[in-house]
T-cell receptor, first 114, second 113 residues
Framework: NAGVTQTPKFRVLKTGQSMTLLCAQD?????MYWYRQDPGMGLRLIHY???????AKGEVPDGYNVSRLKKQNFLLGLESAAPSQTSVYFC?????????????FGPGTRLTVT | DAKTTQPPSMDCAEGRAANLPCNHS???????VYWYRQIHSQGPQYIIH???NNETNEMASLIITEDRKSSTLILPHATLRDTAVYYC??????????????FGKGTHLIIQP
């Protein structure tokens, strides 16, 4: 049971490049989330999904797109990276409400945009 | 979700109990109190949650005041591995509870040898 895994662990992009971050979970969770964490700050929600084929915007969705084609995977895309998107990105998953007490987090992806 | 206030940092001696306070004076009746922690560079880890009653699990105890306006997370015998940022989060379950957690800056707990 690997829990929540994220690919890649590190990435450096040039301004304007695109990339996709992959999150996978093997716990059969319905809900999945993408957060970003800037230095010295707490996590902020980018997008989330309540099930396969559904996505919704979080607190800071601009500049990102997401897809949930399979229940176990949640993809985060940056179409045209900007230096302001330099951050650590965390994926999380949880059971259906009311059991969403615990979110399980992945190890994070460190992204630098130059 | 109600806002929370935590001290930015705290020290505790190894082996002693670490008591981390959190103020949530605007909490409403259906909002839970959650605690997570984040060890350096890792993803956050769930610790405990509660609504009204005090709660205990293998990691910690959560004491919620009777008026629910504040709470304290207690790590009974702190070890060096407990050095982390601890986040107190208040959250209701509107919309089915699927929306994410709202993290503040938390308390940086440093366990001293």
């Amino acid at each position: 049971n690997a829990g929540v895994t994220q690919t890649p662990k590190f990435r450096v992009l040039k301004t304007g490049q695109s990339m996709t971050l992959l999150c996978a979970q093997d716990m059969n969770h319905e809900y999945m989330y993408w957060y970003r964490q800037d230095p010295g700050m707490g996590l902020r929600l980018i997008h989330y999904s309540v099930g396969e084929g559904t996505t919704a915007k979080g607190e800071v969705p601009d500049g990102y797109n997401v897809s949930r084609l399979k229940k176990q995977n949640f993809l985060l895309g940056l179409e045209s990276a900007a230096p302001s998107q330099t951050s650590v990105y965390f994926c999380a998953s949880s059971y259906l409400a009311p059991l969403t007490y615990e979110q399980y987090f992945g190890p994070g992806t460190r992204l630098t945009v130059t | 979700d109600a806002k929370t206030t935590q001290p930015p940092s705290m020290d505790c001696a190894e082996g002693r109990a670490a008591n981390l306070p959190c103020n949530h004076s605007t909490i409403s009746g259906n909002e839970y109190v959650y605690w997570y922690r984040q060890i350096h560079s890792q993803g956050p880890q769930y610790i405990i949650h509660g609504l009204k009653n005090n709660e205990t699990n293998e990691m910690a105890s959560l004491i919620i005041t009777e008026d629910r306006k504040s709470s304290t997370l207690i790590l009974p015998h702190a070890t060096l591995r407990d050095t982390a940022v601890y986040y107190c989060i208040v959250r209701g379950f509107s919309g089915g509870g699927a929306d994410g957690l709202t993290f503040g800056k938390g308390t940086h707990l440093i366990i001293q040898p």
